[in-house]
């Protein structure tokens, strides 16, 4: 197996702008996500399926796939994170505990004269970088972190997961 031809297959699309090979299980690249460019992607591949070339195309059509849905299921990722992790509604909680106290809010580094917008909090939402399994030609499993600038996250990441049938998964926060 010819490691160039590989670099060659993902180099050849839309979606990546630098591909480095680690190894012939690992691939790596920098991509650009919600108008974020420098994404880190992580493409790391079943050693029992990747011996044969033929094998990585039908790969990349659907890590294409996945990252052109993540790319336009924004709001929805934005929504579902709100919606399961709390840390929005625990945010405001707070801004609106200190508002009615002190008619000013101050958390960490930040300063706040209203509660945020759910929109606010969305348009911060930025993904880190993004890790693929491939398993086989049909199974691909995914997630990716999710920070926020001004960081509105104070020092910690948001994981998701995306399930093979486009289910968002909450991963927890870490960090």
Do not use: R
């Not at 010819?2 to 680690?22: A, V, W």
């Not at 008619?103 to 917008?117: D, Q, R, V, W, Y």
Request: a negative charge.
């Amino acid at each position: 197996m010819d490691l160039k031809e590989i670099k060659n297959i993902f180099e050849n699309n839309k979606y990546f702008s630098d591909i480095s090979i680690e190894d012939k299980f690992e691939i790596s690249g920098i991509t650009n996500i919600w108008n974020k460019n420098d994404i880190e992607v992580s493409i790391e591949f079943n050693p029992d399926y990747c011996e044969n070339l033929d094998f990585y195309s039908p790969s990349l059509k659907l890590i294409e796939e996945k990252l052109n849905w993540i790319d336009k299921n924004k709001e929805l990722i934005c929504k579902t994170f709100i919606e399961n992790e709390g840390m929005f509604y625990g945010l405001n909680e707070d801004i609106e505990k200190q508002l009615a106290k002190k008619g000013k809010a101050k958390i960490g580094n930040l300063e706040f004269s209203a509660p945020l917008t759910e929109e606010e909090f969305s348009n911060s939402l930025y993904i880190t970088y993004i890790n693929f399994y491939i398993e086989d030609e049909d199974n691909i499993s995914y997630n990716f972190d999710l920070d926020a600038e001004p960081d509105y996250l104070f020092g910690h990441l948001a994981n998701i997961e995306i399930d093979e049938d486009n289910e968002i998964l909450m991963g927890g926060i870490n960090g």
